[in-house]
């Protein structure tokens, strides 16, 4: 039956060409965006699931910001107390020198003396963002060790749907406190033999400890660039899985964005040709 009013076959390709124009549309937004789901009306589990993953990429670049700062901090300590080290080593060969009768010991204990301010100014000068980890206060409000964030750990069973609040993990490194273990200024004067060799053994115990700290500090340094690099490796490696669940596939985008094109010029050519149909009628009454 043909009908004036009701024109079945236009209804029928203006749905068609609706659902057309809403692939296209949807298509068209995955190109200029880039991602297959780039809201929740695109899907809001993987939608969720993408923010929680984004939360912790953004948590996990702020522990790399501290790890690095860390790092710095432990390293100038770290210099600081080698260089301490080879100061002492040079002091030791100086009271080994004066344990002979035959020794200028005046000059031997004026360069011990410079040695002393020397390993002082070393102490001073090791800080880093106002953080000296060789004196006893390392951060001028009584501290004795520097925190460094190193980590954002979920609970197992943590999901989107049901996040648990990450737990901060830190590395601490305690100071080496050269400044009290290193008393290098109160040390015994050398003037003869006797009292280069009371020293060698004061200096013998000044460089044990020098070289203890300068090992802890530097396996310190070993820890926290480690794991910088591992976080460093994990931020990639989620951020790869935030591209896997919500990047669009441009290939695929591509050739559906040229079929939808001539599909849609197809749906409107339909269009036409069911609006016309009425037309016909007409003859009917000739």
Known sequence: MSSILTNNSAMVALQTLKGINSNLAKTQDQIATGKDVSSAKDGSAIWAISKVMESDVAGFNAVSDS???????????????EQIVKVLEDMKELAISGNTETADFAKIEAEMAEKEAQI??????????????????????????LTVVSSLDRAPGSTAAAPTAPTVATIDVATADFEADLDVAGRTGITDAATAATALGELEGFLQTAIEGAASLGASSKRISDQNEFVGKLTDAMKSGI????????????????????????????????????????SLFR
Request: net charge negative; hydrophobic share 45%; aromatic share 2%.
């Open 120 to 145: 002082l100014s070393i102490i001073e000068a090791s800080q880093f963002n106002g953080v000296n980890l060789l004196k006893t206060d390392v951060d001028g409000n009584g501290g004795t060790q």
């Open 243 to 282: 591209g896997t669940l919500v990047d669009a596939d441009m290939e695929e985008a591509s050739a559906r964005l040229q079929a939808l094109q001539t599909q849609q010029q197809l749906g409107v050519q339909a269009l036409s040709i069911a609006n016309q149909a009425p037309q016909t009628i007409l």
């Open 67 to 81: 790890l690095s700062i860390g790092e710095s901090t432990v390293a100038v300590a770290s210099a600081g107390a």
